[in-house]
């Protein structure tokens, strides 16, 4: 009840459809199409009652289910020739207790309860008889004119759109009427006293046909990435592999998010700017939650390393978040959220909510649409890349080894903008006294270009790994950390050689075994063998349906 108005809603269901066999019981997505509107129109709080009117006893015991009220409609209302108007002018002759007379058709899955709420305000607010739901359908539109049998264009002249005059569709989905209106025209429609009401554009279909279904499953499936928020790190002492990952998902989502990043974090800041993503830099997590509530979020996604058990429960007790998506999270608070995605180790979990190892790795699509590598029997072409901040120079460390081994092919190095000045400033000194050959790239744009026709890989343990597997190339990693410790893929020695962690680096050892490889064609062979049985191409697909299954 609003302002002491009763309002009732009706969903009329007939059995017979002529373009779909019982089409309000069809299944959409292994649901009834009914029940789409009857869960949401339930949400509406200020709505006194629901019915649903039918012909059919098999559609009233189904939605009876539901905890909707039902009717069964007089045989003599169901015939093709019936209008709705008269299913419903009967109905509320027979039960007068009402003001506002709201039809929703069960052909419309989508309608939200947002948007059936705010119509049903806009209504109350008015002096009019009717609400119509519209979507804007401005175009340019052509009739045919009999007389002349010539076709002719219905406004004066060719216009861009935005200059032409609006054009309102009707959706069927929701008609509000007034009660005394019903009853003295058999009508639910005054022309002469209406508010066009215009919905969302993907709630606005109506299913008529089976290609109107399809497109319902459709954004069904997608219908989470309306609303998901990514809550990602980026700075010079953690990397920005969370961030390359998080932009990555951005770019397969068919909607654009919105990111999320703590203030000291400006690395990550300026990359998702860079990247035309929207981007708020949030203090704290009461000032994170707080920006929660003031939105309906269908999914938030986490890759801020671990969590805590706090933080995960206050996004539960505190905001409407439906779904809650973790990445590379080992904290306490991964067991209460949705689904953890743990791709760079292989661990057995205790929750059933974890996925891991490599077949969950996101890589950038640069490199995942594109042909893996040859194999050369000579190691002529090295590449060197240590991750965006290599906050260890490993890249030197790497070009001291080839340089003692007085390695006689060519180098390439590949850089970030996040690789300190200090460190360049070095390294390019240094580049001065080695006998090979040695380029460097700096904050490349295509990845597999640079990785293209190399036949060694010289990394630290991180997500690079990936990428450099999938296009078949052996390599040698050193672990920044005791977090790299726990990438377990580069750790085994089936595709390449870890030589270990960095402060506890065995310097003649790890010189001896880059020689081997180096020298030795049957080891980098063996390694590259290895590789060809791994591809991540389905790796989208499997992560996706975890953010977006509901």
């Given at each position: ?6 309002i009732?809603?009706?969903?009329p269901?007939r059995?017979?459809s002529?373009?779909i066999?019982?089409?309000?019981l069809?299944l959409l997505?292994?649901?009834?199409l009914i029940s789409y ?5 339930k949400?509406?709080?200020?709505v ?15 939605v009876k289910?539901?905890?909707v009220?039902i009717s069964?409609?007089n045989p003599?209302?169901?015939?093709d020739?019936?209008t709705i108007?008269?299913v419903i002018?009967d ?6 207790f009402?003001d506002i007379v709201?039809?929703?058709?069960p ?6 309860s947002d948007t059936?709420?705010k119509a049903?305000l806009?209504?109350?607010?008015s002096?009019k008889n009717t609400?119509?739901?519209v979507e804007d359908?401005?175009?340019?539109y052509?009739?045919e004119?009999k007389e002349?049998w ?5 406004v004066?002249e060719r216009?861009n759109r935005?200059?032409?005059?609006k054009?309102y569709?009707e ?8 009660k005394?209106?019903?009853l003295s025209?058999?009508?639910r429609v005054d022309p ?10 993907e709630?606005a279909?109506?299913?008529d ?6 497109i319902a499953?459709?954004?069904?499936n ?5 609303k ?8 010079s002492l953690?990397g920005?592999?969370h961030?390359?990952r998080?932009l990555e998902i951005?770019f397969l989502l068919?909607?654009k998010p ?6 000291w974090?400006?690395l990550?800041?300026m990359k998702?700017k860079?990247?035309f ?11 994170f939650?707080e920006y929660l509530?003031?939105?309906n979020?269908?999914?938030?996604i ?11 429960l206050?996004?539960?007790?505190s905001t409407l978040?439906k779904k809650?998506i973790n990445f ?6 991964r067991?209460h959220?949705?689904v953890?995605?743990?791709d760079?180790y292989?661990?057995?979990?205790p929750?059933?909510?974890?996925y891991?190892w ?10 995942l649409f594109k042909?893996k590598n ?7 072409n090295?590449?060197?890349?240590c991750?965006g ?9 790497y070009l ?5 081994l007085?390695f006689?092919?060519n ?6 903008l996040?690789?300190s000045i200090d ?5 390019i ?15 490349i ?6 990785l293209s026709?190399?036949?060694l890989?010289?990394?630290?343990n991180g997500?690079?790994?990936?990428e450099?597997a999938?296009l078949n190339?052996p390599?040698?990693s050193?672990?920044q950390?005791d977090?790299?410790m726990?990438h377990t893929f580069?750790i085994?020695?089936w595709w390449?050689?870890f030589?270990?962690?960095y402060?506890?680096?065995?310097f003649?050892?790890?010189?001896l075994i ?7 064609n ?6 590259y063998?290895?590789l060809?049985?791994?591809d ?11 953010i977006?299954?509901h």
């Amino acid at each position: 009840m609003i302002k002491g108005k009763k309002i009732l809603v009706i969903i009329p269901a007939r059995w017979g459809s002529k373009w779909i066999p019982k089409k309000n019981l069809k299944l959409l997505n292994w649901r009834p199409l009914i029940s789409y509107v009857i869960n949401e129109v339930k949400k509406v709080k200020e709505v006194d009652e629901v019915i649903v009117s039918s012909d059919d006893e098999l559609i009233l015991s189904i939605v009876k289910e539901y905890g909707v009220n039902i009717s069964y409609r007089n045989p003599n209302l169901s015939q093709d020739s019936t209008t709705i108007d008269e299913v419903i002018y009967d109905f509320v002759k027979k039960n007068p207790f009402y003001d506002i007379v709201v039809t929703i058709q069960p052909t419309s899955p989508l309608i939200s309860s947002d948007t059936i709420k705010k119509a049903i305000l806009k209504f109350i607010e008015s002096n009019k008889n009717t609400l119509l739901s519209v979507e804007d359908a401005t175009h340019l539109y052509w009739m045919e004119d009999k007389e002349t049998w010539l076709y002719k264009l219905i406004v004066s002249e060719r216009k861009n759109r935005q200059y032409l005059p609006k054009i309102y569709k009707e959706t069927w989905g929701i008609i509000i009427s007034r009660k005394d209106y019903i009853l003295s025209t058999w009508s639910r429609v005054d022309p002469n006293s209406i508010i066009l009401f215009e919905v969302p554009k993907e709630e606005a279909i109506d299913i008529d046909d089976y290609f109107d279904l399809q497109i319902a499953a459709s954004i069904l499936n997608y219908r989470y990435q309306w609303k998901i928020w990514i809550n990602v790190i980026g700075n010079s002492l953690i990397g920005m592999w969370h961030i390359y990952r998080q932009l990555e998902i951005a770019f397969l989502l068919n909607v654009k998010p919105i990111f999320f990043v703590r203030k000291w974090n400006d690395l990550a800041e300026m990359k998702i700017k860079d990247s035309f993503y929207p981007v708020i830099a949030y203090e704290n997590d009461k000032e994170f939650i707080e920006y929660l509530n003031k939105f309906n979020i269908s999914v938030l996604i986490n890759d801020i390393l671990d969590t805590t058990e706090d933080f995960i429960l206050n996004i539960r007790k505190s905001t409407l978040v439906k779904k809650i998506i973790n990445f590379e999270d080992m904290g306490t608070g991964r067991k209460h959220a949705d689904v953890v995605i743990n791709d760079l180790y292989n661990f057995i979990s205790p929750y059933k909510n974890e996925y891991y190892w490599w077949q969950y790795a996101i890589l950038r699509h640069d490199v995942l649409f594109k042909e893996k590598n040859q194999f050369n029997s000579k190691c002529e072409n090295i590449v060197i890349t240590c991750g965006g901040t290599d906050p260890n120079n490993l890249t030197l460390i790497y070009l001291n080894f080839l340089k003692e081994l007085q390695f006689k092919g060519n180098v390439k190095i590949i850089l970030w903008l996040w690789y300190s000045i200090d460190k360049e400033k070095q390294l390019i000194k240094f580049i001065d006294t080695v006998p090979f050959n040695v380029e460097i790239k700096k904050d490349i744009s295509n990845m597999w270009k640079e990785l293209s026709n190399i036949d060694l890989a010289l990394t630290s343990n991180g997500r690079t790994i990936y990428e450099i597997a999938h296009l078949n190339i052996p390599y040698v990693s050193i672990a920044q950390n005791d977090r790299e410790m726990l990438h377990t893929f580069a750790i085994h020695s089936w595709w390449g050689r870890f030589l270990g962690r960095y402060d506890t680096l065995d310097f003649k050892k790890s010189l001896l075994i880059l020689e081997k490889i180096i020298s030795y064609n049957n080891i980098r062979k063996k390694y590259y063998d290895n590789l060809l049985t791994y591809d991540f191409k389905d790796n989208i697909n499997r992560v996706l349906n975890l953010i977006l299954d509901h």
